[in-house]
Structure formats: C-alpha cells, structure tokens
C-alpha cells in the first residue's frame, strides 16, 4: 500500500494547511452532522462519529462547532440539513481511476459540479461500479514515530489486528480492517504512540504509473474535486512519484 500512503502524506499535509482549514472544518462539520444522525450523538457508542471528532481535534476545529454539529443532527438545535451520502466514480488524465465520496442535501446539483470538474480537467463521469471494484475500504492509523522504536510499534500494531504497514520517514502508516480500526488505534495509544490521524479511507488494489505531465493533470484535478464544498474525499490509483511528492510537500 506503499502508493496509497503517498496520498496520505500528502493529505495530512494539506488539513495542515491554514488556508485550508476553514473548508476543512465545513466538511468535517457535515460528517458530524451525517453521523450523529445515523448513530447518536453519543461518540461512545458511536464510532464513526468518534473518529470525525478525533480529526476535527486534530485540525483545532472549536469544541463549539463540534457540539453544534452534533445538536443539529440529533434535534437539539436548529436548522438541521438533511445531508446524503453520494458516491460518483469516474475516470482522469490517462486513464487512471477516481473515486469521489460526497455528502450532498441537492444530488442534482452535486453531479453537476463533479462532472464539469472532470470534463474540464480532462476526465469524465463513469457509471456506478466502474471504478468502484479497484478499491476496498481499510481504516488507516497515521503514527508520528518521534523517538519511539518503529519495530516496537509494528509489533504492537500486527498483534492488534493490522493488516498492512508502511513507514515513510518518521511516519507510521497502519492500515486496518474497517471493523478492527478503533481497537488497533486504541492498543496502539495504550503502547504510548503519538497518533495523528485515525479515519476510514479506500486503498486502490493496483496502482497506475503516469509521466509527470499527465501525473501532475491527475493531481490538478483531485485538488479541483476536493474544492468543491460537497465532497468530502476523492481516492485514486495513481501512483506519485517520489519527485512529485516532495515537490507537493515543499
């Protein structure tokens, strides 16, 4: 899952940035919104609404819009939007595959914007389960090894339950079946590790290998998607180079 971790990397890069941040609290705020709904407002017993709370800590998002984006999906206070999750699956620059998940209160307009981004950028809008097979879902624990012994920190991840690892540089990347991500999480904070980022995530099962050129096209077009304010996250196959990242990082 070694490609699929370049995208990671350059993702938490990303909800780093300042610039970004305030977009970043908006969708965060929407996947608060869709989980308390579905779950209860209760991140004890609801785990996906625990696993957006931990991310939007992470970003510094005020505890104030937290809890408000918990009392309006469960009732508690107003002007609560009803909010769909969507998923659309098309193709980019060479060919390669794009998955966009997306919570939407106007599906009409979501679609709009998703297929002018990709006929603009030089991809299009594929039918649903076009892409859909060449990714599965994992759950992905970002681990910031400091000091700590990577070793140490595989093991205790593989005892938990891990079914993939992949270090890059003082980064820990552990990669889980849905069902098993918050108990590695928790196995691995109980072991003293500094986690970053815990969340649901789908990893490509192959990757593609563009020039530069059309790579760089690729990522224009990511970046475009993920501007719009109704998606919330968009996967891909692409497989960056080495020199593109650090170019992407810098």
Do not use: C
């Not at 779950?39 to 709370?53: C, V, Y």
């Not at 937290?66 to 609560?80: N, S």
């Amino acid at each position: 899952m070694s490609g699929h971790s370049k995208w990671a990397q350059i993702k938490r890069q990303k909800g780093a940035n300042d610039a970004k941040r305030g977009q970043m609290f908006t969708k965060l705020a929407r996947e608060i919104m869709v989980a308390a709904r579905e779950g209860g407002g209760d991140p004890e017993t609801n785990f996906r609404l625990r696993l957006a709370i931990q991310r939007a800590r992470a970003l510094n998002m005020p505890q104030e819009n937290i809890q408000r984006g918990i009392a309006r999906a469960t009732g508690a206070g107003e002007g609560d939007t009803q909010l769909e999750e969507v998923t659309y699956e098309g193709y980019g620059p060479g060919g390669v595959a794009i998955y966009v998940e997306a919570l939407t209160d106007n599906r009409n307009r979501t679609v709009a914007e998703v297929r002018n981004v990709l006929n603009r950028n030089g991809g299009n809008l594929g039918e649903n389960g076009s892409v859909a097979w060449l990714f599965e879902p994992r759950g992905i624990v970002a681990v910031n090894l400091d000091d700590k012994d990577a070793d140490e920190a595989t093991l205790t991840a593989i005892d938990a339950g891990a079914v993939d690892i992949n270090q890059d540089g003082s980064m820990l990347e552990v990669y889980t079946n849905l069902e098993d991500l918050e108990a590695v999480r928790q196995r691995l904070e109980a072991a003293g590790a500094n986690i970053e980022t815990a969340e649901r995530t789908f990893v490509p099962k192959t990757m593609v290998t563009l020039d530069n050129q059309k790579s760089q096209q690729v990522i224009r077009l990511i970046e475009r998607l993920e501007d719009l304010d109704d998606v919330q996250n968009v996967s891909t196959n692409l497989e960056l180079s080495q020199e593109l990242v650090e170019q992407l990082a810098s």
